[in-house]
């Protein structure tokens, strides 16, 4: 019988199937604490419809040293014996580990951007988030992040330049807290390890869609349909992107900084999401559609209350545009959250 410490996940589990287990264990480990108790875990593994004593093996084969959680490495080989139990194969040692085999079914409608994701050169292999999330233990205080103070030396260490490193952390620091989670961690020693190895010869100008925290996978064009049309402004429009004082109840057409041309693209999304043809879009209405775009919550707050004008938690088409329009902004890294004002900016009431 192979010793569990041995075992390769990157063996384990094929490449088609990384996203659907960190999936997984993220469903089972909301508060992203990087251990699963052993309730929860039992809990989520009732899922797979197994006997009792079924389950029972799989548990200790996935805690062989009786510690009472699962680690995302023991939460992953309790999947695959799952799988190899809803498959008829042998789970009652590590031998069949290796096999490849369809993903276990614990049941759930799992999203699309999860169970169609293909791995490419942005993907963090389970062995490597492992080796990660180790490493997080460490270094994380109480609070279960690192402070940039922390992470700085660690950086400084991997011998690459300050305009990598800047960048890096521009890519890691979803949040901008100014301290990197467990997520943001992983991403930000993928890429340092991945320019150190030249496994990655260049960084991307935004996060990839392979190295998002899973849970902004979730929701996507691809699920929803409906994907925000990319626009590239014209000098003209960034021109006017922050024009004189002027009052947003002010109809001055010189001053819209969203033109026709994009207006017109924005109105027809519009209209898909106006489901009750009210004239207007709650939050709810548009939530997954802009979160298709990558963009943290928090920024899409931001760009919510900006466009928002008058609080009402409702956007029409004109604030609906100019909203979409700050998106693609900030997409292409033109958009800070502190160059707008709401007295600097036309909307259409």
């Known amino acids: 019988m192979a010793d569990f410490d041995k075992i390769d996940l990157d063996q384990v589990i094929n490449k088609s199937q990384y996203a659907l287990y960190e999936y997984h264990f993220a469903q089972a480990d909301p508060h992203d604490h990087g251990i699963v108790s052993s309730i929860e875990a039992n809990n989520y593994f009732q899922r797979a419809h197994l006997k009792g004593d079924q389950l029972k093996i799989i548990w200790n084969l996935a805690d062989p040293h009786g510690r ?117 961690f992983a991403i930000a020693m993928f890429l340092i390890h991945g320019l150190k190895s030249s496994t990655l010869r260049e960084l991307p100008e935004r996060l990839p869609t392979n190295l998002m925290p899973i ?25 006017s992107i922050i024009p004189a004082q002027i009052s947003p109840s002010k109809r001055t057409d010189d001053h819209w900084i969203v033109s026709p041309e994009e207006k017109q693209k924005f109105d ?11 004239g207007f879009l709650a939050g709810g209405d548009v939530f997954q559609t802009f979160l298709a775009s990558g963009l943290p919550n928090f920024v899409l707050s931001h760009i919510w209350n900006i466009c928002d004008i008058g609080q009402t938690g409702k956007l029409n088409a004109e604030q609906f545009a100019l909203a ?26």
């Open 68 to 184: 009472g959680y699962l680690d995302r490495r023991g939460f992953y080989i309790g999947l695959k014996l799952i799988a190899l139990a809803q498959n008829n194969l042998d789970f009652h040692d590590y031998s069949n580990i290796t096999k490849d085999i369809v993903p276990p079914n614990l049941g759930g409608d799992i999203p699309q951007t999860i169970s169609l994701a293909i791995a490419d050169v942005w993907t963090i292999g389970p062995t490597a988030r492992c080796t990660f999330d180790r490493a997080f233990e460490k270094l994380s205080g109480a609070m279960n992040k690192i402070p940039g103070s922390s992470v700085k030396p660690i950086f400084l260490k991997s011998g690459l330049s300050a305009d990598q490193l800047h960048r890096i952390w521009e890519l890691s620091d979803i949040d901008e807290d100014g301290a990197l989670d467990r997520n943001e």
């Open 215 to 239: 849970r902004m996978r979730r929701s996507s064009g691809v699920e929803t349909g409906i994907i925000i049309p990319p626009i590239l402004p014209t000098a003209s429009t960034l021109a």
């Open 268 to 278: 027809i999304l519009f209209q898909q999401l106006d489901l009750d043809k009210d």
């Open 324 to 349: 979409s329009y700050f998106i693609s902004l900030k997409l292409q890294g033109m958009f800070s959250k502190d160059q707008f004002r709401k007295n600097e900016i036309f909307v259409y009431f």
